[in-house]
């Protein structure tokens, strides 16, 4: 048995986003004024009391397609996964503004009203107990009898709100949070890319659903999704994001901000996915975001999506022809990445549901490589068979590393004892690098080197 799903919904702007960030703890979701910056599902795993459960930001509420700035399309979606998360939710928290009831509420209202035992009416933007008196009558006309007043800014409200949350749950399965699906380890896993490279796509193949809008207009995602999967003993969770685009001045100001929270993803993730075209091959773009990976030291994964695009359908599932294309992209793209070494490769095809699973196997392979540790002892041996020069003196700057040791995980870090620093160039620091990750198997997880001046014996005086 698995956790069980509390969904907030309501119109645009009634408050979603920021009472989801307050109930969460952090700012999640994107929080704007402008209608529909919400259109896939945020999901999160929430603790409260002696309950876990799904807590679900949805897209607001919609019917009117004559509104230009909202395609018509993104509103069937908003609409769809809305009635999808209220039939497959628990409990549902439908949010109102206290002075302003539109006939939007009452739409949603009469579709809430064959749940009615699993909604609780929340009613937003009250800060204080005088601003309860001025609810406005149409909110108690909608004819809900359980309702709640808060305000996710002073936190009005709030301590009823989380009470009402754990009573109900625990009121209608008080067996299900002792489940062993949240105290598995969670491991984090970020799909990125520029704009218009299937991301969404790899995703929804992964769910084996469609959780995220597919949609061919580039930009489609502007918010970081997140979602829940098993993998073996572990919940992984996976997250979408906003596509890197050519010019951040050419985004607006939401789809900035969806950019900055990618970098967060990225920073936040134990392991990346890195989505690239494979019919349009490798751009500028796709070099900024592994840059943004690799210096935040992410492990990561390479995911060519639309090889189907690149190859046809009759050759996609062909062994021996696939093969033969993967050794000669990770050919071209170590030429074309220069300080990224044995980096792992998977052919995909997210439309073709091509791959997927050998996908998720190799980000679970780099993440396991990224908490490798090495002797000092094997590692030394190792080297110094390799590039016995750089430890004798023998090259033109004099360089000399006495050894080296490994003193972290996550990212693996090693300390290179030299005997000056300033003879410890950049292309001895790669070349370790490299040898270090084509000898001990650490391809796709980013190195860091730290180098050390070999305390020397003091010279007599005298």
Same mark, same amino acid.
């Given at each position: 048995?698995?956790?069980?799903?509390?969904?907030?919904?309501?119109?645009?702007?009634?408050?979603?986003?920021?009472?989801?960030?307050?109930?969460?703890?952090?700012?999640?979701?994107?929080?704007?004024?402008?209608?529909?910056?919400?259109?896939?599902?945020?999901?999160?795993?929430?603790?409260?009391?002696?309950?876990?459960?799904?807590?679900?930001?949805?897209?607001?509420?919609?019917?009117?397609?004559?509104?230009?700035?909202?395609?018509?399309?993104?509103?069937?979606?908003?609409?769809?996964?809305? !009635?999808?998360?209220?039939?497959?939710?628990?409990?549902?928290?439908?949010?109102?503004?206290?002075?302003?009831?539109?006939?939007?509420?009452?739409?949603?209202?009469?579709?809430?009203?064959?749940?009615?035992?699993?909604?609780?009416?929340?009613?937003?933007?009250?800060?204080?107990?005088?601003?309860?008196? &001025?609810?406005?009558?149409?909110?108690?006309?909608?004819?809900?009898?359980?309702?709640?007043?808060?305000?996710?800014?002073?936190?009005?409200?709030?301590?009823?709100? &989380?009470?009402?949350?754990?009573?109900?749950?625990?009121?209608?399965?008080?067996?299900?949070?002792? @489940?062993?699906?949240?105290?598995?380890?969670?491991?984090?896993?970020?799909?990125?890319?520029?704009?218009?490279?299937?991301?969404?796509?790899?995703?929804?193949?992964?769910?084996?659903?469609?959780?995220?809008?597919?949609?061919?207009?580039?930009?489609?995602?502007?918010?970081?999704?997140?979602?829940?999967?098993?993998?073996?003993?572990?919940?992984?969770?996976?997250? /979408?994001?906003?596509?890197?685009?050519?010019?951040?001045?050419?985004?607006?100001?939401?789809?900035?901000?969806?950019?900055?929270?990618?970098?967060?993803?990225?920073?936040?993730?134990?392991?990346?996915?890195?989505?690239?075209?494979?019919?349009?091959?490798?751009?500028? !773009?796709?070099?900024?975001?592994?840059?943004?990976?690799?210096?935040?030291?992410?492990?990561?994964?390479?995911?060519?999506?639309?090889?189907?695009?690149?190859?046809?359908?009759?050759?996609?599932?062909?062994?021996?022809?696939?093969?033969?294309?993967? &050794?000669?992209?990770?050919?071209?793209?170590?030429?074309?990445?220069?300080?990224?070494?044995?980096?792992?490769?998977?052919?995909?095809?997210?439309?073709?549901?091509?791959?997927? /699973?050998?996908?998720?196997?190799?980000?679970?392979?780099?993440?396991?490589?990224?908490?490798?540790?090495?002797?000092?002892?094997?590692?030394?041996?190792?080297?110094?068979?390799?590039?016995?020069?750089?430890?004798?003196?023998?090259?033109?700057?004099?360089?000399?590393?006495?050894? &080296?040791? !490994?003193?972290?995980?996550?990212?693996?870090?090693?300390?290179?004892?030299?005997?000056?620093?300033?003879?410890?160039?950049?292309?001895?620091?790669?070349?370790?690098?490299?040898?270090?990750? @084509?000898?001990? /198997?650490?391809?796709?997880?980013?190195?860091?080197?730290?180098?050390?001046?070999?305390?020397?014996?003091?010279?007599?005086?005298?």
């Amino acid at each position: 048995m698995k956790l069980k799903v509390v969904s907030i919904v309501g119109r645009p702007n009634t408050g979603k986003s920021s009472l989801f960030n307050a109930i969460v703890g952090r700012g999640k979701a994107i929080v704007f004024d402008k209608p529909g910056t919400t259109i896939d599902i945020n999901r999160e795993i929430v603790e409260i009391g002696k309950v876990k459960f799904i807590l679900q930001d949805t897209g607001g509420f919609m019917v009117d397609k004559t509104n230009s700035s909202i395609p018509s399309k993104l509103t069937d979606r908003i609409r769809f996964l809305l !009635q999808e998360a209220i039939l497959n939710s628990h409990l549902v928290i439908f949010t109102v503004e206290y002075n302003n009831v539109s006939y939007l509420d009452y739409e949603l209202s009469s579709m809430l009203r064959k749940f009615e035992n699993k909604v609780k009416l929340v009613v937003t933007k009250v800060d204080t107990a005088h601003q309860e008196l &001025l609810v406005v009558d149409d909110v108690y006309r909608l004819g809900f009898k359980d309702i709640i007043f808060v305000s996710s800014k002073t936190k009005y409200g709030f301590s009823n709100l &989380l009470n009402s949350i754990e009573s109900f749950l625990l009121g209608s399965d008080s067996s299900y949070f002792e @489940e062993s699906f949240p105290s598995r380890n969670e491991i984090k896993i970020g799909i990125v890319g520029r704009i218009n490279v299937g991301k969404s796509t790899i995703m929804n193949a992964i769910l084996g659903t469609e959780r995220v809008l597919v949609d061919d207009k580039p930009g489609t995602t502007i918010d970081s999704v997140d979602d829940f999967f098993e993998f073996g003993e572990n919940v992984v969770r996976i997250t /979408d994001t906003a596509g890197f685009r050519r010019s951040i001045f050419k985004s607006g100001i939401i789809e900035r901000f969806g950019i900055e929270r990618t970098e967060n993803a990225i920073r936040s993730s134990d392991v990346v996915i890195v989505v690239i075209d494979g019919k349009e091959g490798i751009t500028k !773009q796709d070099k900024k975001v592994l840059k943004v990976v690799t210096e935040n030291f992410k492990p990561f994964v390479v995911a060519v999506n639309k090889w189907d695009l690149v190859v046809g359908k009759d050759k996609l599932f062909d062994p021996n022809e696939m093969k033969k294309y993967l &050794l000669a992209f990770s050919d071209f793209f170590s030429r074309m990445f220069e300080g990224i070494y044995n980096a792992p490769i998977v052919l995909v095809s997210g439309k073709e549901n091509y791959n997927i /699973d050998n996908l998720i196997k190799e980000c679970f392979k780099v993440f396991q490589r990224a908490s490798k540790r090495i002797s000092t002892g094997v590692l030394n041996r190792k080297i110094r068979d390799n590039i016995p020069n750089l430890f004798s003196g023998d090259v033109s700057t004099k360089l000399r590393i006495y050894y &080296l040791t !490994q003193v972290d995980i996550k990212p693996p870090t090693f300390i290179v004892f030299v005997n000056k620093i300033e003879n410890f160039r950049k292309n001895f620091e790669n070349l370790l690098k490299k040898k270090i990750t @084509e000898i001990f /198997d650490f391809g796709g997880v980013p190195i860091k080197i730290l180098v050390r001046e070999k305390d020397r014996k003091n010279k007599k005086v005298g």
